[in-house]
């Protein structure tokens, strides 16, 4: 509704003049935009979806990495049980390195089991989060269509009954797709979230 309603206002202006009018960010930032090009993205549903799905992926990245120093800090989880952890560095520095470098199919994997949940926990699981991420990856490189990697990764992720994208197959993102892939990413980060916390604190 907030969306109609958006494009509704923008598509509305009333604007005469056929010189170029440039969008900036009323707060200050770089933020520059030429009204067509604003227009245009706003109007293709799945062009703005690709624009607004990478930070959903993002927060879930964020939270990983403030669950990883929880579990360290506040729950007393070794350093070891995170395979691949900086065990020098200072443990937030450790856990952003480590987040980042690791695949998600790893650390999810392992901040589930610490948290005595399992990918099976949530609809969607390990393939549903896999997908999710290749996506936004293929999306932030602005790739169109699954390549051999992300489909070879997507294997990885997935059991004999799950079907694959072929190769070449364009990449769907249209409301739909995005409210599915963004449902699972919450439901990744819900069962993440309530594991640790219903692990006993440290003294």
Known sequence: M?????RTYVNGFPIASEAPLVITDPA??????????????????????????PSYVALVEDLGRELVETLHTGKGIPRAA??????????????????TATPVEVWGATVLKLGGRKWSNFKG????????VT????????????????????????????????LGDPIVLDRAAFVRHVGILRGFARSMADGVANLADVP
Do not use: M
């Not at 907030?2 to 958006?6: D, E, K, M, Q």
């Not at 932030?140 to 990697?149: D, E, L, S, T």
């Open 2 to 6: 907030a969306l109609a309603s958006y």
């Open 28 to 53: 200050g930032s770089n933020f520059k935009c030429d009204l067509g090009e604003f227009t245009a993205v706003l109007n293709d549903g799945q062009q703005l979806y690709r624009v607004l799905f």
């Open 82 to 99: 995170f395979a691949g952890l900086d065990a020098v560095v200072p443990i937030d520095q450790a856990a952003e390195h480590w987040i």
């Open 125 to 132: 699981g390990r393939r549903g989060v896999v997908e999710a």
């Open 135 to 166: 996506i936004r990856n293929l999306c932030a490189h602005g790739i169109p269509v699954f390549n051999q990697r992300a489909l070879n990764r997507l294997a990885t992720a997935s059991t004999a009954k799950q079907p694959l994208p072929a």
